[in-house]
T-cell receptor, first 115, second 112 residues
Framework: GNSVTQMEGPVTLSEEAFLTINCTYT??????LFWYVQYPGEGLQLLLK?????DKGSNKGFEATYRKETTSFHLEKGSVQVSDSAVYFC??????????????FGQGTRLTINP | DAGVTQSPTHLIKTRGQHVTLRCSPI?????VSWYQQVLGQGPQFIFQ???????GRGNFPDRFSARQFPNYSSELNVNALLLGDSALYLC???????????FGSGTRLTVV
């Protein structure tokens, strides 16, 4: 089946630390991969995406590379800020039928950055 | 431009009652999807609609139903509410069915 496994949280870091949140997936075919971020009391915001193997998605200093050989899409940031505190979700897209698609999400990783 | 708007933002219902949640997609977006996010978990797919037709359904009981209107807005209906239906219900819109999902802020449903 199709599934996403994320690094368990919570993750607590100091400001300016290096961040890695691990994400591995199981899927048939070659799905697109996404990272979404959810701030307290809000919906999901797309952070970055990659649509094929070896693609690197990047946004706001965050990066993730689509690794087909290791079925991974780890999220990294070189220097985190307090404002990065949120819950991060890794997701993949799955074709349901022709002309329909759904997102399959991991369980989320709560990140807290201390000043 | 307005993003995806959902109403109401919060709702409290009693077990056995019925609830209707509403979603207005981004202007020009023709596809609407619904997700359920139970506290502490990732969102789970409920439905996808495109051009007023159901295109996909997740593993949810028949108590859950939805529809899409000619203006592409959508309603999610849940009958015979159970305590386990308490969750954040998210609506996502996209121009086509397979790209660029934008999520709303959700409706938080509490069943007591």
């Amino acid at each position: 089946g199709n599934s996403v496994t994320q690094m368990e949280g919570p993750v607590t870091l100091s400001e300016e630390a290096f961040l890695t949140i691990n994400c591995t997936y199981t899927a048939t075919g070659y799905p697109s991969l996404f990272w979404y971020v959810q701030y307290p009391g809000e919906g999901l915001q797309l952070l970055l995406k990659a649509t094929k193997a070896d693609d690197k998605g990047s946004n706001k200093g965050f990066e993730a590379t689509y690794r087909k050989e290791t079925t991974s899409f780890h999220l990294e940031k070189g220097s985190v800020q307090v404002s990065d505190s949120a819950v991060y979700f890794c997701a993949l897209s799955v074709k349901i039928i022709q002309g329909a698609q759904k997102l399959v999400f991991g369980q989320g990783t709560r990140l807290t950055i201390n000043p | 431009d307005a993003g995806v708007t959902q109403s109401p933002t919060h709702l409290i219902k009693t077990r056995g009652q019925h609830v209707t949640l509403r979603c207005s997609p981004i202007s020009g977006h023709k596809s609407v999807s619904w997700y359920q996010q139970v506290l502490g978990q990732g969102p789970q797919f409920i439905f996808q609609y495109y051009e007023k037709e159901e295109r996909g359904r997740g593993n949810f009981p028949d108590r859950f139903s939805a529809r899409q209107f000619p203006n592409y807005s959508s309603e999610l209906n849940v009958n015979a509410l159970l305590l386990g239906d308490s969750a954040l219900y998210l609506c996502a819109s996209s121009f086509w069915v397979d790209n660029g999902y934008t999520f709303g802020s959700g409706t938080r449903l509490t069943v007591v």
